[in-house]
T-cell receptor, first 115, second 116 residues
Framework: AQTVTQSQPEMSVQEAETVTLSCTYD???????LFWYKQPPSRQMILVIR??????QNATENRFSVNFQKAAKSFSLKISDSQLGDTAMYFC????????????FGTGTRLKVLA | NAGVTQTPKFRVLKTGQSMTLLCAQD?????MYWYRQDPGMGLRLIHY???????AKGEVPDGYNVSRLKKQNFLLGLESAAPSQTSVYFC???????????????FGPGTRLTVT
């Protein structure tokens, strides 16, 4: 069975600074997808970024980028130039592929961006 | 295009009462999911459906039942509510053949349920 671990329950960062959220996972699968979702105080879950395991290149989306280390089973999220609107809960998720598109979520990291 | 909607947004139940949560999506997605979110535990999959008329158990199915009679709707039922079912419930949907091969799940706004 797969597991996803987020070892940082809470973090804070100053506005305009960079912060990295960690995520590790355990799987025996060779092909899978990894995701970071953001949940702001509104509670709406929003996809931030995704990574396909067979792609060695790290995914980037504007100020968000990942450091995907397949051998180490690590998938960290870097947020550059942090903004107040980045304050949210961040969840890492794993999806086996192919499969039934089921996610396994980590327990989340609560990020607060300080003015 | 409303995306994924959930009804109701809030509900308080007494122990032993029953209720049904409704999830509706207007994106013609094949896959639908029900999660519960509890503090310190992330989101856990309760049940899911890979198409109209089909359902399957997730990680934490006990105490819940589901039905997918129409492609656009996915119902979650609690037959006899317990305080342990106090949680925030999220519905999500996903296309069977994602056009961008991205496997994104699209979430509803959540339902906060309290069982006293």
């Amino acid at each position: 069975a797969q597991t996803v671990t987020q070892s940082q329950p809470e973090m804070s960062v100053q506005e305009a600074e960079t912060v990295t959220l960690s995520c590790t996972y355990d799987t025996s699968e060779n092909n899978y997808y990894l995701f970071w979702y953001k949940q702001p105080p509104s509670r709406q879950m929003i996809l931030v970024i995704r990574q396909e395991a067979y792609k060695q290149q790290n995914a980037t989306e504007n100020r968000f980028s990942v450091n995907f280390q397949k051998a180490a089973k690590s998938f960290s999220l870097k947020i550059s130039d942090s903004q107040l609107g980045d304050t949210a809960m961040y969840f890492c998720a794993f999806m086996k592929h192919p499969g039934t598109y089921k996610y396994i979520f980590g327990t989340g990291t609560r990020l607060k961006v300080l003015a | 295009n409303a995306g994924v909607t959930q009804t109701p947004k809030f509900r308080v139940l007494k122990t032993g009462q029953s209720m049904t949560l409704l999830c509706a999506q207007d994106m013609n997605h094949e896959y639908m999911y029900w999660y519960r979110q509890d503090p310190g535990m992330g989101l856990r999959l309760i049940h899911y459906s890979v198409g109209e008329g089909t359902t399957a158990k997730g990680e934490v199915p006990d105490g819940y039942n589901v039905s997918r009679l129409k492609k656009q709707n996915f119902l979650l039922g609690l037959e006899s509510a317990a305080p342990s079912q106090t949680s925030v419930y999220f519905c999500a949907s996903s296309p069977f053949l994602p056009t961008k091969l991205d496997y994104e799940q699209y979430f509803g706004p959540g339902t906060r349920l309290t069982v006293t």
